[in-house]
């Protein structure tokens, strides 16, 4: 099973910005897609962006214009940008792999933004 670890989460205020990091431990190019979820206190997990193998990334319509997703030309690391942070980002963020033949989550990584 691939072996993900996100990093870059931390403390910021409000409209400040970080910048997540999901490291691989296989090529993301065998997946169909990466992706990024996150997951508040009391809440369900949800998908916060994705980026399919072929195709355009998508979006949770509360981070569009605000995050952006990336993927580095080696395929070992995806990135999640984000901009202009709210209070209601704040939750523990994940980064998933997802494939036809297996894919895995990370552990997570908190992001807390305060005002």
């Known amino acids: 099973?691939?072996?993900?670890?996100?990093?870059?989460?931390?403390?910021?205020?409000?409209?400040?910005?970080?910048?997540?990091?999901?490291?691989?431990?296989?090529?993301?190019?065998?997946?169909?897609?990466?992706?990024w979820y996150r997951q508040a206190p009391g809440k369900q997990r949800e998908m916060v962006a994705v980026r399919p193998k072929w195709g355009s990334s998508r979006y949770a319509d509360s981070v569009k214009g605000r995050f952006t997703i990336s993927r580095d030309n080696a395929g070992n690391m995806v990135h999640l940008q984000m901009n202009n942070l709210k209070p209601e980002d704040t939750a523990v963020y994940y980064c998933k792999a997802d494939g036809a033949n297996g894919g895995g989550w990370g552990q997570g990584t908190q992001v807390t933004v305060s005002s």
């Open 1 to 35: 099973q691939v072996q993900l670890m996100e990093s870059g989460g931390g403390s910021v205020q409000v409209g400040g910005s970080l910048r997540l990091s999901c490291s691989s431990s296989e090529s993301m190019f065998r997946f169909d897609a990466m992706g």
